[in-house]
Protein backbone atom coordinates (compact mmCIF):
# COMPACT_ATOMS: atom_id res chain seq x y z
CA UNK A 1 0.00 0.00 0.00
CA UNK A 2 0.60 3.75 -0.36
CA UNK A 3 3.57 5.02 2.68
CA UNK A 4 4.26 8.66 2.44
CA UNK A 5 7.42 10.18 4.08
CA UNK A 6 7.95 13.11 5.53
CA UNK A 7 10.55 15.67 6.91
CA UNK A 8 11.98 17.61 8.62
CA UNK A 9 9.91 16.37 12.03
CA UNK A 10 10.20 19.64 13.46
CA UNK A 11 11.49 23.09 11.43
CA UNK A 12 11.88 26.10 13.29
CA UNK A 13 12.33 29.60 11.62
CA UNK A 14 12.58 33.29 12.14
CA UNK A 15 9.71 35.02 11.24
CA UNK A 16 9.72 36.57 7.81
CA UNK A 17 11.28 33.87 6.55
CA UNK A 18 10.47 31.26 4.37
CA UNK A 19 9.24 27.11 5.41
CA UNK A 20 9.76 24.27 3.56
CA UNK A 21 8.32 20.88 4.11
CA UNK A 22 8.84 18.14 1.97
CA UNK A 23 6.88 14.77 1.31
CA UNK A 24 7.85 11.29 -0.84
CA UNK A 25 5.13 9.12 -1.50
CA UNK A 26 5.77 5.14 -2.97
CA UNK A 27 2.67 4.37 -4.76
CA UNK A 28 2.51 5.93 -8.41
CA UNK A 29 -0.82 5.87 -9.22
CA UNK A 30 -1.37 8.56 -6.07
CA UNK A 31 -3.21 11.57 -7.91
CA UNK A 32 -4.00 14.04 -5.37
CA UNK A 33 -1.71 15.49 -2.74
CA UNK A 34 -3.33 17.79 0.12
CA UNK A 35 -1.78 19.70 3.05
CA UNK A 36 -3.48 20.22 6.43
CA UNK A 37 -2.15 22.35 9.17
CA UNK A 38 -3.25 21.51 12.56
CA UNK A 39 -3.29 23.44 15.63
CA UNK A 40 -2.73 21.80 19.00
CA UNK A 41 -5.98 19.63 19.95
CA UNK A 42 -7.51 21.18 16.60
CA UNK A 43 -8.59 19.38 13.64
CA UNK A 44 -6.31 18.60 10.78
CA UNK A 45 -7.22 21.81 7.93
CA UNK A 46 -6.80 21.76 4.48
CA UNK A 47 -4.27 24.66 3.40
CA UNK A 48 -3.61 23.85 -0.32
CA UNK A 49 -3.69 20.71 -2.89
CA UNK A 50 -2.46 19.61 -5.84
CA UNK A 51 -3.23 16.95 -8.61
CA UNK A 52 -1.00 15.14 -10.55
CA UNK A 53 -1.96 17.17 -13.77
CA UNK A 54 -0.18 19.89 -12.22
CA UNK A 55 3.27 20.64 -11.42
CA UNK A 56 2.52 23.72 -8.67
CA UNK A 57 0.00 25.74 -7.45
CA UNK A 58 0.07 29.11 -5.42
CA UNK A 59 -2.17 30.71 -2.91
CA UNK A 60 -0.85 33.72 -1.38
CA UNK A 61 1.79 32.75 0.81
CA UNK A 62 1.86 29.14 0.27
CA UNK A 63 2.82 26.72 -2.36
CA UNK A 64 3.03 23.34 -3.08
CA UNK A 65 5.06 21.62 -5.95
CA UNK A 66 4.67 18.28 -7.40
CA UNK A 67 7.24 16.18 -9.07
CA UNK A 68 5.94 12.85 -10.63
CA UNK A 69 8.76 11.03 -11.63
CA UNK A 70 10.45 11.47 -8.22
CA UNK A 71 7.41 11.13 -6.20
CA UNK A 72 8.19 13.59 -4.15
CA UNK A 73 6.10 17.05 -3.41
CA UNK A 74 7.09 20.09 -1.12
CA UNK A 75 5.26 22.83 0.88
CA UNK A 76 6.41 26.05 0.65
CA UNK A 77 5.33 28.73 3.16
CA UNK A 78 6.70 32.51 2.68
CA UNK A 79 7.19 35.18 4.53
CA UNK A 80 5.88 33.19 7.93
CA UNK A 81 4.08 34.83 10.71
CA UNK A 82 4.02 33.13 14.50
CA UNK A 83 0.17 32.09 13.67
CA UNK A 84 1.77 29.99 10.47
CA UNK A 85 3.57 27.67 13.82
CA UNK A 86 1.72 24.49 13.98
CA UNK A 87 1.58 20.76 12.81
CA UNK A 88 1.41 20.40 8.99
CA UNK A 89 0.76 17.32 7.75
CA UNK A 90 1.17 16.09 4.01
CA UNK A 91 -1.13 13.30 2.62
CA UNK A 92 -1.58 11.27 -0.76
CA UNK A 93 -4.25 9.45 -2.16
CA UNK A 94 -6.08 7.97 -5.21
CA UNK A 95 -9.30 10.22 -6.15
CA UNK A 96 -10.75 7.27 -8.61
CA UNK A 97 -10.48 4.52 -5.45
CA UNK A 98 -11.55 5.29 -1.96
CA UNK A 99 -9.97 8.42 -1.60
CA UNK A 100 -8.64 7.55 1.66
CA UNK A 101 -6.11 10.03 2.39
CA UNK A 102 -2.23 8.35 3.48
CA UNK A 103 -0.64 11.03 5.80
CA UNK A 104 2.92 11.51 6.32
CA UNK A 105 4.55 11.45 10.05
CA UNK A 106 3.99 15.75 10.18
CA UNK A 107 6.18 18.30 10.58
CA UNK A 108 6.09 21.03 14.15
CA UNK A 109 6.39 24.46 12.48
CA UNK A 110 8.12 27.10 15.01
CA UNK A 111 8.22 30.70 13.33
CA UNK A 112 10.03 32.58 16.33
CA UNK A 113 8.85 36.55 16.44
CA UNK B 1 -18.80 27.15 5.88
CA UNK B 2 -20.56 24.13 5.93
CA UNK B 3 -18.97 22.22 9.24
CA UNK B 4 -19.20 18.20 10.47
CA UNK B 5 -20.08 17.79 14.05
CA UNK B 6 -18.46 15.30 16.39
CA UNK B 7 -20.16 13.74 19.70
CA UNK B 8 -19.36 13.60 22.64
CA UNK B 9 -15.96 15.85 21.81
CA UNK B 10 -14.12 13.44 25.11
CA UNK B 11 -15.61 10.27 26.49
CA UNK B 12 -13.74 8.56 28.92
CA UNK B 13 -14.78 4.66 29.35
CA UNK B 14 -13.18 1.58 31.18
CA UNK B 15 -11.36 -1.12 29.19
CA UNK B 16 -13.41 -3.44 27.62
CA UNK B 17 -16.84 -1.49 27.31
CA UNK B 18 -18.60 -0.56 24.38
CA UNK B 19 -18.28 3.17 22.70
CA UNK B 20 -20.09 4.55 20.14
CA UNK B 21 -18.78 7.83 18.42
CA UNK B 22 -20.81 9.92 16.49
CA UNK B 23 -20.47 12.52 13.29
CA UNK B 24 -23.23 14.44 11.92
CA UNK B 25 -21.44 14.98 8.33
CA UNK B 26 -22.44 18.15 5.50
CA UNK B 27 -25.55 16.97 4.11
CA UNK B 28 -24.98 16.63 0.55
CA UNK B 29 -21.79 15.03 1.31
CA UNK B 30 -21.71 11.23 0.53
CA UNK B 31 -17.80 9.88 1.50
CA UNK B 32 -17.53 8.99 5.10
CA UNK B 33 -14.48 7.91 6.61
CA UNK B 34 -13.25 7.97 10.09
CA UNK B 35 -9.17 8.69 11.31
CA UNK B 36 -7.79 8.06 14.44
CA UNK B 37 -4.73 10.13 15.67
CA UNK B 38 -2.70 8.70 18.55
CA UNK B 39 -1.32 11.93 20.40
CA UNK B 40 1.65 13.41 18.79
CA UNK B 41 1.28 10.78 15.92
CA UNK B 42 -0.19 11.23 12.65
CA UNK B 43 -3.58 10.84 11.54
CA UNK B 44 -4.21 7.58 10.36
CA UNK B 45 -7.27 6.10 8.41
CA UNK B 46 -9.55 3.39 9.63
CA UNK B 47 -11.98 3.13 7.18
CA UNK B 48 -14.25 4.75 4.45
CA UNK B 49 -18.22 4.54 3.58
CA UNK B 50 -19.75 5.05 0.59
CA UNK B 51 -23.50 3.88 -0.32
CA UNK B 52 -24.11 2.67 2.55
CA UNK B 53 -21.33 0.30 2.98
CA UNK B 54 -17.58 -0.02 3.70
CA UNK B 55 -15.55 0.59 0.53
CA UNK B 56 -12.26 -0.03 2.31
CA UNK B 57 -11.14 -0.60 5.85
CA UNK B 58 -7.54 -0.78 7.17
CA UNK B 59 -5.85 -3.48 9.25
CA UNK B 60 -6.52 -1.30 12.08
CA UNK B 61 -10.13 -1.46 11.27
CA UNK B 62 -10.69 -4.66 13.03
CA UNK B 63 -14.02 -7.26 13.94
CA UNK B 64 -14.03 -5.07 17.05
CA UNK B 65 -14.77 -1.98 15.02
CA UNK B 66 -18.21 -1.73 12.59
CA UNK B 67 -19.88 1.87 11.27
CA UNK B 68 -23.36 1.97 9.99
CA UNK B 69 -25.47 5.44 9.45
CA UNK B 70 -28.96 4.24 11.53
CA UNK B 71 -30.81 7.08 10.24
CA UNK B 72 -29.50 7.94 7.15
CA UNK B 73 -28.08 11.40 8.45
CA UNK B 74 -25.64 10.46 11.73
CA UNK B 75 -22.55 8.13 10.88
CA UNK B 76 -21.28 6.38 14.11
CA UNK B 77 -17.92 4.39 14.66
CA UNK B 78 -18.84 1.44 17.24
CA UNK B 79 -15.88 -0.22 19.43
CA UNK B 80 -17.37 -3.22 20.73
CA UNK B 81 -14.27 -3.75 23.63
CA UNK B 82 -11.81 -1.04 24.05
CA UNK B 83 -8.24 -1.27 24.89
CA UNK B 84 -6.33 1.05 26.21
CA UNK B 85 -4.31 1.58 22.72
CA UNK B 86 -7.98 2.53 21.30
CA UNK B 87 -6.86 5.79 23.15
CA UNK B 88 -6.63 8.40 20.56
CA UNK B 89 -8.66 11.29 19.12
CA UNK B 90 -11.01 10.01 16.56
CA UNK B 91 -12.02 12.36 13.29
CA UNK B 92 -14.68 11.84 11.52
CA UNK B 93 -14.54 13.16 7.75
CA UNK B 94 -16.52 13.90 4.67
CA UNK B 95 -16.21 14.42 1.20
CA UNK B 96 -18.17 15.39 -1.40
CA UNK B 97 -18.94 14.17 -5.23
CA UNK B 98 -16.63 16.14 -7.57
CA UNK B 99 -14.78 17.72 -4.80
CA UNK B 100 -11.02 16.35 -3.93
CA UNK B 101 -11.03 18.39 -0.25
CA UNK B 102 -11.94 16.76 2.94
CA UNK B 103 -13.44 18.57 5.47
CA UNK B 104 -12.65 16.98 8.95
CA UNK B 105 -14.91 16.81 12.14
CA UNK B 106 -13.55 18.78 15.26
CA UNK B 107 -12.77 15.14 17.08
CA UNK B 108 -13.36 12.89 20.22
CA UNK B 109 -10.60 12.34 22.59
CA UNK B 110 -11.59 9.00 23.60
CA UNK B 111 -9.69 8.13 26.10
CA UNK B 112 -9.60 4.46 27.53
CA UNK B 113 -9.00 3.77 31.85
Known amino acids: GENVEQHPSTLSVQEGDSAVIKCTYSDSASNYFPWYKQELGKRPQLIIDIRSNVGEKKDQRIAVTLNKTAKHFSLHITETQPEDSAVYFC????????????FGSGTRLLVRP | EPEVTQTPSHQVTQMGQEVILRCVPISNHLYFYWYRQILGQKVEFLVS????????KSEIFDDQFSVERPDGSNFTLKIRSTKLEDSAMYFCANAGTGSYGYTFGSGTRLTVV
Open chain 1, 91 to 102: AASMVDSSYKLI
Open chain 2, 49 to 56: FYNNEISE
